[in-house]
Each structure stands twice: as structure tokens, then as C-alpha cells.
């Protein structure tokens, strides 16, 4: 009797906890063009996939998005379309590789900021509807810092900034760091370093990037990772193909698989499907987006 009490207790509790689950959101963007952002939020998701994790990415970036030509697919409706013809989230929701899920971007963030308030009103519950079905939700930015991507930015419970090791494209990644924690201080950001030649690439630009950070704004920057240059990468973009589906026994696909499991590996002890932390999410976006449109 005693255990079966304690077993339909167990089972309620690994209910309440199932039904309670909030993704994670992360948002990943650079601070220019051309580092391979993308292909690298593309494949990141597809590796969390494989990993038995629910993912679905979310294609934000200006006029420039294309992660649905990355996956080599022609999406019907995109966000736009939710919007504009009051369509479910779940009809704009297309599932590509892997199990993977993905809305197209349309035509661009910032016509959130000209929605009236009952479409915003629509935007955020049917975004809202979907976060319990998720254990991560990533957000592609694009490149660059601006008031949109600060809004979302400033929702999400963590951020990824790609760069690469050329000296331009590091300091453009310092400047939309620095543009960050001036305005949240709070925000936890990773640095993932892509096209690396040698395994002390990434250590050398992580700890240029992270001596600026600590000595000018008291800030301590994490490292995600980095990926090697590998050819494989601009053959899937060419074949409109993941390169971890192309080849995940290539270099650049090990090494996203090990960053992968030492990402979820990092956070498994913290509070990643929170209802606490998602709502704050949620509600960041309403406040955010509702100054626009009062």
C-alpha cells in the first residue's frame, strides 16, 4: 500500500514537472556578416536534436534570413504570414532534419515594431503557446546590434556571439558585447570562435575579447566553443544541406557534437525548463514591444 502511494506520488510529480516544462531560450547573433552565424545556429540546433532534445529555431534575421534555404526547404507560410492572416503558430511551424523544428523569417523583425496591439496581443500568445513543447528555443538573429535585436536580446535567458578570428570580425564582436552590457549587465553571453586553424585560435581571440571585457565594463565572458575551417561547410551550403547531416564524421561536425554535449553538459544543473524563467521571457517581450506600440 505504502508503495503504491509512493509510486502514484512519484508518477504526480513527474507529471506536474513534464506539464511545467519551459524551453530555453537562446538568442545567437555577430557583430557583422559573413562568421557563419547561420550555418552555426543551424547545425548547433540539429546536433541538440540528435541529442533527444525538442528544438525549434527561429529564423529572425533582417530581410537575410535563410535557414530554410541552409535546410534546402520551400516553407508555405512564415511569420509574417501568422500575423497578417492570423494563422496558428503551429501552421507556420515546419519540421526539417533531425526532427528539428523552424519558422521561416519572412520578411524581416522589424515589422514587429508596427504592430498594432492586437496582433502583437497574437504574436505573444501564440509564441507563448508553444513554449511548453520545446526544451530549447533558438533565435537567429542577424548580424549587427540594433533595437530590435536588443529586445529580444534582452528577453532570452542566454546569448551565443559568433566571430571568427580576423581581426574585424573580433572587434565587431567586442563592440555588440560591450553594446549588450551596457544596456543588461545581467545578460550571460558565450563567445563561440568559428573557422579556427589550430586548436589555440579560439583560447588567444576569447582571452583578447575577455581581457577588454573585464578591464572596461567588469564583465566576465564565457566560451561556448569554436569550430575548425573545414571545406565540408561551404559544400552544404552549396548542396543546401546541413554539414552535419552531409558528414557528421567530418572535423567541423565532431567538433559540434562535443560542444553540444559540453553545453548541455554545463547545464544540467541549472534551471533550463524553469516556468519562472520563460514567463520573465514572455513578459520582457510584452513590456519591451509595448512601448512601440502605445
Known sequence: ???????????????????????????????????????????????????????????????????????????????????????????????????????????????????????????????ESVTTEYDYIIF????????????????????????????????????AIKHIVLERPEVNISLMVNRVNGPNESLIVFNRLQAAVQNFLSYQLNLLGSLPDDPIVIKGVKEQTPYYILNSKARVSKNMAKLVLDFLKANQALPINSELNEKVFVSKLKSIFKRKVD
Open 140 to 175: 537567429d538573429l542577424g548580424a549587427g546590434m540594433s533595437e530590435e535585436h536588443m529586445a529580444f536580446i534582452s528577453a532570452v535567458e542566454e546569448c551565443f556571439v559568433v566571430t571568427t578570428t580576423e581581426p574585424t570580425s573580433v572587434t565587431d564582436a567586442y563592440a
Open 1 to 127: 500500500m505504502v508503495e503504491d502511494q509512493a509510486y502514484e506520488l512519484r508518477k504526480k510529480v513527474n507529471q506536474d514537472q513534464s506539464d511545467s516544462k519551459q524551453a530555453h531560450t537562446i538568442a545567437v547573433f555577430s557583430g557583422k556578416g559573413g562568421v557563419g552565424k547561420s550555418s552555426f545556429a543551424l547545425n548547433f540546433s540539429i546536433c541538440l536534436s540528435k541529442q533527444g532534445k525538442k528544438v525549434l529555431i527561429f529564423d529572425l534575421d533582417i530581410g537575410m534570413g535563410n535557414i530554410d534555404i541552409l535546410l534546402g526547404m520551400y516553407p508555405k507560410y512564415n511569420i509574417n504570414d501568422m500575423l497578417n492572416q492570423q494563422l496558428d503558430i503551429k501552421e507556420i511551424i515546419e519540421t526539417g532534419p533531425t526532427n528539428l523544428s523552424y519558422i521561416a523569417a519572412g520578411s524581416g523583425l522589424s515589422d514587429f515594431f508596427h504592430l498594432d496591439a492586437e496582433r502583437f496581443n497574437y504574436f505573444l500568445t501564440q509564441l
